[in-house]
């Protein structure tokens, strides 16, 4: 599992969860949160910022809802983002398309060529690739919108 942080700032982050571990809700806010994204965050952005997740299950437990609530100065909460919405998700919908263009051109030999080739991909990407994906958010949403938040990608 790769958790990223990404910035129009130039600034991007990524945190690897090591094999074995159980990324829970508990390892999600006192490790990845709490001791990697945040404080990487802060130092970016300091308080301008808007932290938005998906809607995986570690992202809507109660505490890490209230922690995102706390620590950071916005936050989208879960209930007021539309779930299953990939297209919604810089990241999601452009980055790691990217990526997979770049990572997977060969074949992956084991977990350690894996993590190798997708930093190498990652501090490649063009600076240009991340603020495309940003500044079509609002095209993306717009579009969620007029499709009442269903299916939208036939409007883009």
């Avoid at 571990?21 to 970016?44: C, N």
């Avoid at 936050?75 to 983002?81: C, E, G, H, R, V």
């Amino acid at each position: 599992m790769v958790s990223v942080a990404v910035s129009k700032l130039g600034c991007t982050e990524l945190f690897f969860v090591e094999p074995g571990v159980k990324a829970d809700g508990r390892y999600y806010r006192e490790v990845l949160l709490k001791k990697q994204m945040l404080p990487v965050m802060r130092r970016i952005a300091g308080d301008t910022y808007v932290f938005q997740q998906d809607g995986a299950p570690v992202h809507r437990v109660r505490e890490t809802v209230q922690l995102l609530q706390q620590e950071t100065p916005q936050f989208i909460s879960p209930d007021l983002w539309p779930p299953n919405s990939p297209d919604l998700n810089a990241v999601d919908y452009r980055i790691w398309g990217w990526m997979q263009e770049h990572v997977y051109k060969m074949s992956v030999c084991d977990t350690d060529d894996l993590k190798r080739r997708v930093i190498d991909t990652w501090v490649s990407i063009p600076q240009s690739v991340v603020d495309d994906a940003i500044d079509q958010w609002t095209i993306q949403l717009r579009a969620c919108e007029k499709a009442r938040g269903r299916h939208f990608e036939h409007l883009l």
